[in-house]
């Protein structure tokens, strides 16, 4: 399962995301930051950055 701490992407949010693929946890995560924090359009920076802290579990 891939997980995804918000907090570790850079927000204060005590968020977790997790889900079975990362296609899928990314799809979640790019729905969260916009609902959650405002993030219309997730960069290709941001992108990356999730890529960077997610975690297997
Ligand atoms: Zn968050």
Known sequence: MKVIKCA???FDCPG?????TEQEA?????????????????SAE????IKSVMTEE
Do not use: R, Y
């Open 8 to 10: 570790d992407v850079g």
């Open 16 to 20: 977790v995301i997790k889900a079975e």
């Open 26 to 42: 990314l799809a979640m995560a790019a729905q969260h930051a916009k609902e959650a924090h405002g993030v219309e359009e997730v």
């Open 46 to 49: 941001i992108v990356t950055k």
